[in-house]
């Protein structure tokens, strides 16, 4: 049962990474007894799943995650938000609002207009039906300051690092506040703009240089260096 | 019979090529900011550049399909990609191209993932020298790589035919002019799967298996470039990162 790539390889589709008892993970698939990858990416093999975490890749809804979408469409019931997927997610003005909902009396471009950016979760999804999304967790609603960054879905973990090492180094290093939307936008709000732009600096470093080890600590040098560069100057 | 001899008394073609010779090709990933996957490849003189948009919503709705994306492409050639100005409304030539680079395409995309999106797929012919399907073919499924849209394999296309008696490998426009018959093909390498096989001309039984042998070899050279274009885009950032 041979497998035909090192761990970390960079595969790109059709490639032949195993074949024999193997179990085809994210973007791989299995024909016969040979599992291919479906995805540019890397190949990782654990145990006997073998899965590409992938480069080049579009969000799917998933239950439960914490997304950033821009509100496209404002209807009779509710909104409709576009959160970077194949499918337009659904907000229900009922799910909102804390009291009963009238459609003839209650307006609803008055709490998010068409062009308002809004964090939500996602509450339901499959892939017959739209995803709806709430609005029920402290924190989400309507973007009001910050900045937003669009990087590849499949890199958010890259970002957050292993337990939360990459995303602390940047949240130290320049003071920002960090909301991360599974959909790969992510929202910066710090202190003062200058601060905002290094945030986003080392957020499209990551996106960039994700593929490459050693991630971590080329991050926490840039950050440090830019910061010390910035107080000199002052 | 011929008023300008396209291969000589040794077997080097007009452009010097051996019979078996591709042209000099040349791969670029992601070369369009606003599209979710693109590439642009030159082959010898044929430029064509692919764009690649979705999995999105597919409008007008009703044509949806409940059970798996649809498929769209656009194979178009710009007024000024051959000698006499083409009009640039679609003619005839390009439906009938957009189809079958539709259809070439469509067996390496898992559609059933994303249901009632559409991937839509535009091919440009930016300038005509012989072998734009196959170009465009090569592209697009490169852009689709590039777009993270999941695939099965690769597809890889090229052309070959009969010449003065001869078979050759990626015909240029002034081979393909005074060819006898000419094959383009289309395949998935790593599945050896044809997913396009076209043929104008005249071949024998016998004639006709080796020219498609010939094209296959050539798609396998076309695949091991992509693979690297593919690649290439990842590994330049790690290199700069390591140095």
């Given amino acids: ?234 | 019979m011929f008023s300008r001899k396209l291969i000589d008394e040794s077997g080097i073609r007009a452009d010097g090529r051996r019979l078996d010779e591709l042209r000099p090709i040349k791969l670029e990933i992601g070369v369009l900011s606003n599209a979710d996957g693109s590439a642009y490849i030159e082959q010898g003189k044929s430029k064509v550049i692919a764009a690649v948009y979705g999995p999105r919503e597919l409008h007008p709705k009703h044509l949806s399909l409940p059970d798996r994306a649809m498929l769209r492409c656009r194979y178009h050639m710009a007024p000024f990609s051959v000698e006499q100005r083409k009009s640039p409304a679609p003619s005839r030539r390009e439906m009938e191209l957009s189809k079958v680079v539709r259809e070439a395409l469509e067996p390496s995309i898992f559609l059933e993932y994303y249901p009632r999106t559409s991937i839509d797929v535009f091919i440009e012919v930016l300038e005509a020298d012989g072998g734009t399907r196959c170009a465009g073919i090569t592209a697009a499924s490169l852009a689709l790589a590039d777009a993270g849209i999941p695939t099965r394999d690769l597809v890889s296309a090229c052309a070959a035919g009969k010449v003065e008696g001869l078979f050759v490998l990626d015909l240029t426009d002034a081979e393909d002019k005074a060819s006898e018959a000419d094959v383009p093909l289309a395949i998935m390498p790593n599945l050896g799967s044809i997913t396009l096989l076209q043929m104008d001309g005249m071949l024998t039984l016998d004639e006709f298996q080796s020219i498609v042998e010939l094209a296959v070899k050539g798609c396998k050279q076309i695949h091991s470039i992509q693979r690297e274009a593919l690649k290439a885009k990842y590994v330049a950032v790690k290199e700069v990162v390591e140095e």
Avoid at chain 1, 2 to 29: I, K, Q, S
Avoid at chain 1, 56 to 73: E, L, N, T
Avoid at chain 1, 79 to 96: H, K
């Fill in chain 1, 1 to 234: 049962m041979p497998t035909f790539f090192e761990r970390r390889e960079l595969v790109v589709p059709g490639d032949l990474l195993a074949e024999g008892d193997y179990v085809a993970g994210d973007n791989a698939y299995k024909d016969g007894d040979r599992v291919y990858a479906a995805r540019v990416g890397l190949v990782e093999y654990e145990e006997r799943v073998v899965h590409v975490v992938a480069l080049s890749a579009f969000y799917v809804p998933r239950v439960g995650d914490v997304v950033i979408g821009k509100v496209v469409d404002v209807g009779m019931m509710g909104w409709i938000v576009d959160v970077n997927a194949p499918y337009l997610a659904v907000l229900r003005a009922s799910d909102v609002l804390e009291r009963p909902f009238r459609p003839s009396k209650d307006d609803l471009t008055a709490i998010y207009d068409v062009g308002d950016m809004i964090i939500a979760r996602v509450v339901a999804y499959d892939r017959t039906s739209d995803p709806l999304l709430a609005v029920d967790k402290p924190g989400m609603g309507k973007i009001t300051r910050g900045q937003i960054v669009e990087i590849t879905p499949t890199k958010i973990p890259r970002v957050i690092g292993r337990k939360g090492s990459m995303i602390n180094v940047i949240k130290r290093e320049t003071g920002c506040n960090i909301t991360l939307g599974q959909n790969g936008l992510i929202l910066v709000s710090g202190p003062s703009l200058e601060r905002e732009r290094l945030a986003v600096m080392a957020i499209l470093k990551i996106e960039k240089e994700s593929h490459v080890s050693g991630l971590t600590d080329r991050v926490t040098e840039m950050l440090q260096k830019e910061v010390g560069e910035r107080k000199s100057n002052v």
